[in-house]
């Protein structure tokens, strides 16, 4: 049965207070959106799952600099980025294991928290991960439309379509509307000033993936992804022996809306390894 929202405050870390929202109850599972989208891009593809599916405590949080985080100023870097994150994580959930679901810029910090809080971390989800910082280093596919639907240039005005066209895979009505509700809204309000400041120490000052992540772990990987790309997640495949790594055709940077049932289904099947090993504990 569908849990509504039960808590939407602010926590105050040492260099931002961030925004979230927390749905449900049980074993806590923290879901981090991606560079300059807010939190309604992981609530947007996980609530769904969660209608289904009891125990679970869903913390989704606004990134210092998007949705509707404030106070971030004195923030320089992704490992003051991951800072706030940990920060937000130990008060939540301390001392407490927890799984993570991260999106892009946001699966690039769940390898930093993996990196620092490894032995709470039982679960963890990466939804089209950046993986290479340094977008030069990146090995991208060209950009390649699957399928487009041309009447849909007809209702949206030339510069929503092109933004929409350049990373999609799939351009249709149904990943149109679910792209202006749950990734256009937090782009529109994201501090564009902060993330450029941000960008140029995008990448962590620490090392990452020095040991294997035994838990159980899923990477999710659009075959057309221009954005991230998947070839440089597949290099991560010894660093986690619990994990299923999907390369997935018809989907771009926007997987888990452009492949939806085939994201609901992996996700399912993702919680169930981390529920079961749990249950083993």
Same mark, same amino acid.
């Given at each position: 049965?569908?849990?509504?929202?039960?808590?939407m405050p602010?926590?105050?870390?040492?260099?931002? %207070?961030?925004?979230?929202?927390?749905?449900?109850?049980? !074993?806590?599972?923290v879901l981090i959106h991606g560079f $300059?989208?807010?939190?309604?891009?992981?609530?947007?593809?996980?609530?769904?799952?969660?209608?289904? !599916?009891?125990?679970?405590?869903? #913390?989704?949080?606004?990134?210092?600099?998007?949705?509707?985080?404030?106070?971030?100023?004195? #923030? %320089?870097? $992704?490992?003051?980025?991951?800072?706030?994150?940990?920060?937000?994580?130990?008060?939540l959930v301390p001392e407490?294991?927890?799984a993570v679901v991260g999106e892009s810029y946001g699966g690039y910090l769940t390898r930093g928290i993996i990196a620092r809080r490894s032995e709470r971390v039982e679960g963890a989800a990466f939804i089209c991960p950046l993986i290479v910082p340094d977008l030069a280093?990146?090995?991208?596919?060209?950009?390649?439309?699957?399928?487009?639907?041309p009447a849909l240039s007809n209702d949206l005005s030339p510069e929503e379509y092109e933004d929409f066209?350049?990373?999609?895979?799939? #351009?249709? !009505?149904?990943?149109?509307?679910?792209?202006?509700?749950? #990734?256009?809204?937090?782009? !529109?309000?994201?501090?564009?000033?902060?993330?450029d400041k941000i960008r140029a120490r995008y990448g962590f000052?620490?090392?990452?993936?020095? %040991?294997?992540?035994d838990a159980p772990s899923l990477f999710l990987l659009g075959r057309q992804d221009t954005s991230v790309g998947y070839a440089d997640a597949l290099r991560l495949l010894d660093q986690y022996p619990r994990g299923t790594f999907a390369v997935v055709d018809r989907a771009?940077?926007?997987?888990?809306? %452009?492949?939806?049932?085939?994201f609901n289904a992996l996700m399912n099947e993702w919680l169930d390894r981390v529920e079961e090993a749990r249950d083993k504990e």
């Open positions: 049965m569908f849990e509504g929202v039960l808590r602010y926590f105050k870390a040492s260099q931002a %207070e961030l925004y979230y929202e927390e749905m449900g109850s049980g !074993r806590p599972i $300059t989208p807010d939190h309604r891009l992981m609530s947007g593809c996980m609530e769904p799952i969660f209608e289904n !599916r009891a125990g679970w405590r869903r #913390i989704y949080l606004d990134l210092p600099g998007m949705g509707q985080s404030k106070n971030y100023a004195g #923030i %320089e870097s $992704t490992d003051e980025m991951l800072d706030a994150v940990l920060e937000l994580i130990d008060a407490s294991c927890f280093q990146r090995e991208l596919p060209d950009h390649t439309v699957i399928y487009e639907d066209r350049s990373m999609s895979a799939v #351009i249709d !009505r149904h990943t149109w509307e679910r792209y202006a509700k749950e #990734i256009v809204p937090g782009c !529109r309000v994201a501090d564009s000033a902060f993330l000052s620490f090392s990452i993936d020095q %040991e294997t992540f771009g940077h926007n997987l888990q809306i %452009e492949q939806e049932n085939m």
